[in-house]
Structure formats: C-alpha cells, structure tokens
Nanobody, 123 residues
Framework: QVQLVESGGGLVQAGASLQLSCAVS????????IGWFRQAPEKEREFIAS????????DYVDSVKGRFTISRDTSKNTVYLQMNSLKPEDTAFYYC????????????????WGRGTQVTVSS
C-alpha cells in the first residue's frame, strides 16, 4: 500500500519561502512520476509541478516557473517542493500524488494522494 504524507505548510508573508515535503512509503519514489497539486477554496485542483522517474526531468505550471522547484531524495524516499517568492495567490491546500503512468497535469493521471498541507500567504 502506497502512502504519502505531506508536511511543511504554514502561514507566511508574501515574499517568503517554504519547503514542502512528501514522504512516500510502500514503494520507491523512483518507480513513479510524482506531482504536486494545489487547491484553493471553491477552485479546482491545479497542477503545479511533477518530477520524472529518473529524477532529472521536471515540469511546472507557468505561474510557478522560476519560483518553485521540485526535487527528491531517494535515500529518504521523499519529494520536495521548494517555494520561493510566495504570493497571496499561492494560498491553497497542497497535495502530492504518484502516477504509475506518465503523470501529466490532470489529477486523473495520478493513483495515490496524500492528505495535503495548508499554505497561507498573507499580503
């Protein structure tokens, strides 16, 4: 059984940084495409970033390019999302998810999800 646990969220001011962690158990993270999504109140779940099985390639939504970085530590079986220059519009519940397929930007492409962590950015 694959389980994902996110951590690292919190309340910060605009311009600050946060690093989210996604600890995966049950399978090695190298066997998945792993993605980060977020969902703000009354909005659909939005793709943010994903990292490929080789740990080298990554994809980002345009709104976070240059500010967010996805990475992983295979020794800890953990994926990270470093978020810099945070903006109030980044406020949302952040989720990580695994894909046995190609991943992509749609939530339907992912098999297992964590419960999420809240990020709130004040202006």
């Amino acid at each position: 059984q694959v389980q994902l646990v996110e951590s690292g969220g919190g309340l910060v001011q605009a311009g600050a940084s946060l690093q989210l962690s996604c600890a995966v158990s049950g399978r090695t993270i190298s066997s998945f495409v792993i993605g980060w999504f977020r969902q703000a109140p009354e909005k659909e779940r939005e793709f943010i970033a994903s990292i490929r099985r080789n740990g080298i390639g990554a994809d980002y939504v345009d709104s976070v390019k240059g500010r967010f970085t996805i990475s992983r530590d295979t020794s800890k079986n953990t994926v990270y999302l470093q978020m810099n220059s945070l903006k109030p519009e980044d406020t949302a519940f952040y989720y990580c998810a695994t894909s046995d397929g190609g991943g992509g930007a749609r939530p339907e492409g992912y098999n297992f999800w964590g419960r999420g962590t809240q990020v709130t950015v004040s202006s």
